[in-house]
Structures are given as C-alpha cells and as structure tokens.
C-alpha cells in the first residue's frame, strides 16, 4: 500500500510505506539496582562508547551527565540521598533510543519505579541522494509530529518555510519516503516532536 502526495510548490514528493520495523521484545534488561543506605550502585549492561548517562529532575533539569568511555559493563556508585526530596529519573541516551530508570528521593530514602521503567525509541533517517527515509518504533504507539522546513542554500539566505507537516497517531511501527525533488537544491530541516522531547535532523545539500 502506498499514498503519494504532491507538493509542488518546492515539488516535495511524500510517499507513505507501511513496514515492519526489528522487533525489540525479549531483550535483556538494560540495568540493575543495588540500594543500601548509603550509595546506589547502577549497572548498564551493553553501553558504547560515547552513550551519555544523566540524572535529571522532574522538571528536566540535568544535575549530573557524564560521556560513556567504554563500551560493555558500566558500574558506578552514586550517593543520591544527598538529593532533596522529590522525583528524578537515570537517563541513558543512545544512538537510537533513550532508556529512562525513574526513582524518588525521600528522607534520605532512595526507592527505584522499576514498573515506570521506559525507553523512548528516536526517529532514525537515514539519507540517499534526494530521498530521505524516517522509521520510528513506539510500542505504546505514541503520538509523533513530523515537520520539514526548507531552509536556504548557500547562495541564497532564507527564513526556514514549512513545506510539509503531519501528526501520526497509534501507529508502533512507522516508516516514511520523503523526495526532497524540488528544481531549487537547497537545505532542509526535519523536526520530529514525541513523548515530550525533539529530535531534529538537518539536511545539506
């Protein structure tokens, strides 16, 4: 099946293709927790090199980020009763995907929600001539805007324009054709909204 949309006014071609993407299920938990008093110990199981690990609040405030230096195993101590009383999460961002471990802080005691446990699948493109490819896994088939902004080329200053936008709802597993086919060769931008974060991808041509 397939749905083809014209735009002509930068000849923006849109072609929808529903697609199968891997199946994530049945894989190994990605951490585990040892609480004692004092000192949490947080071990990542399958990290990379360059992956970052934050501690934020409820409010997105990042309190503590450190870059990933080995892949495998990464274990590592934390002292969190130092923390005021309230709600914060372990973030771990990878190359397709953000991993989130919330827990609370409340007199000097750490409790880890292993049942709100999450990870948010980004938007992948991938880019061949013209053609641009997005494909997005959400198992609870959460709601993603998709925006494409022209952008200028080097020889022309431009205010980003919208040429394309589109919301996607109860879909898991989406995949997207876009032809950035328009007579003027320029730049665009491409900014995908979900589950209360953006990811943005640029493309220079």
């Known amino acids: 099946m397939k749905n083809v949309l014209n735009i002509s006014k930068k000849g923006f071609l849109m072609v929808t293709l529903f697609a199968t ?4 299920a049945n894989e190994k938990a990605f951490f585990s927790i040892e609480n004692d008093a004092k000192r949490t110990s947080l071990t990542l199981n399958n990290v990379k090199q ?8 409820i409010n997105g405030i990042v309190l503590y980020k450190e870059l990933i230096l080995q892949s495998g195993i990464y274990t590592k101590g934390f002292d969190l009763t130092s923390l005021p009383n309230g ?20 007199s000097d005691t750490v409790t880890f929600k292993k ?14 001539g013209d053609i641009v490819y997005v494909s997005r896994l959400s198992l609870s088939k959460a709601p993603m805007d998709i925006a494409i902004y022209f952008t200028g080329s080097e020889s022309i200053s431009s205010t ?4 394309y936008s589109e919301k996607i709802t109860n879909t898991e ?5 876009y032809r950035l086919s328009g007579k003027q ?4 931008k491409l900014i995908f909204k979900t589950e209360g974060r953006e990811f943005t991808k640029e493309i220079i041509n």
Do not use: A, C, H, W
């Open 50 to 57: 360059g992956n970052l690990l934050s501690i934020k609040d």
């Open 21 to 24: 993407l891997l199946s994530f």
């Open 185 to 188: 060769k320029g730049d665009y």
């Open 115 to 128: 049942d709100m446990e999450n990870t948010i699948f980004k938007p992948v493109t991938r880019i061949k």
């Open 160 to 163: 980003p324009e919208l040429i």
């Open 87 to 106: 709600g914060y999460i372990f973030e771990l961002d990878k190359d397709v995907e953000i991993q989130t471990i919330p827990f609370t802080v409340l």
């Open 173 to 177: 597993n989406l995949s997207r054709i």
